[in-house]
């Protein structure tokens, strides 16, 4: 009895220890000191913010235009455009982001 009780124990440290470990979210001084310094990650963070201009070689859209039909979207390259999920209009069509 004691060495299922022993067990599961141990199973549910792994299980804590297994969650993803989040990058916590950056100040507004943390996204100026430019791009080239900057993760991959903590930029996205930063342009998500809208602190930072998306990139000027990508083609994407705020979601707004006509589903289906490529370029009826406003363009975002170049832009510092919040997503909706900090209070801006960039729709995030992205994978499992909450």
Known sequence: MRAQEFITEARAKT???KKKKKLPAPSKSQCSVGKANLSN????????????????????TDGSGTQGKKG???????????????GGRNKNYGGSHS
Do not use: D
């Not at 990650?41 to 994407?60: D, K, T």
């Not at 170049?78 to 999920?85: D, M, R």
């Open 15 to 17: 299980k804590k220890s």
């Open 41 to 60: 990650v903590r930029r996205s963070q930063c342009v998500a913010r809208g602190w930072l201009a998306h990139s000027p070689s990508n083609q994407h």
């Open 72 to 86: 009826t979207g406003k363009k975002l390259a170049g832009k510092k455009v919040a997503s909706e999920k900090y």
